[in-house]
């Protein structure tokens, strides 16, 4: 499985971006996909994820109502729509995918077995 994330980039807060993690690998049909974030000086953070099969979601507290998770079956992609960015929203954003199953897709990074190179989103206050 190979993972390509992109739509990072620089907004003001209150403003919206959409993330994209288009996956290559049959694996990736049966998979969860989830977004983690990492801001400069903090450990790695589980945002959001999905199950391709199924649809079931999962979101951190932090961006419940804010963020929205999809996915595109057909063009083996998943989105992140983050809208009402806050400057704390700052961070590298990394798309994972986590081969088992589960009924509700993890938030535990150990939980995912491949990952993408990530992509820079910068709230200005």
């Known amino acids: 499985v190979q993972l390509q994330a992109s739509g990072g980039g620089l907004v003001q807060a209150g403003g919206s971006l959409r993330l994209s993690c288009a996956a290559s690998?049959?694996?990736?049909?049966?998979?969860?996909l989830g977004w983690f974030r990492q801001a400069p000086g903090k450990e790695r953070e589980f945002v959001a994820a999905?199950?391709?099969?199924?649809?079931?979601?999962y979101y951190a507290d932090s961006v419940k109502g804010r963020f929205t998770i999809s996915r595109d079956n057909a063009k083996n992609t998943v989105y992140l729509q983050m809208n009402s960015l806050k400057p704390e929203d700052t961070a590298v954003y990394y798309c994972?995918?986590?081969?088992?199953?589960?009924?509700?897709?993890?938030?535990?990074?150990?939980?995912?077995?491949?990952w993408g190179q990530g992509t820079l989103v910068t709230v200005s206050s």
């Open positions: 994972a995918v986590g081969l088992v199953v589960r009924i509700l897709p993890s938030r535990l990074s150990r939980d995912y077995d491949y």
């Open positions: 999905v199950n391709m099969i199924g649809g079931n979601t």
């Open positions: 690998g049959r694996a990736f049909s049966r998979a969860s």
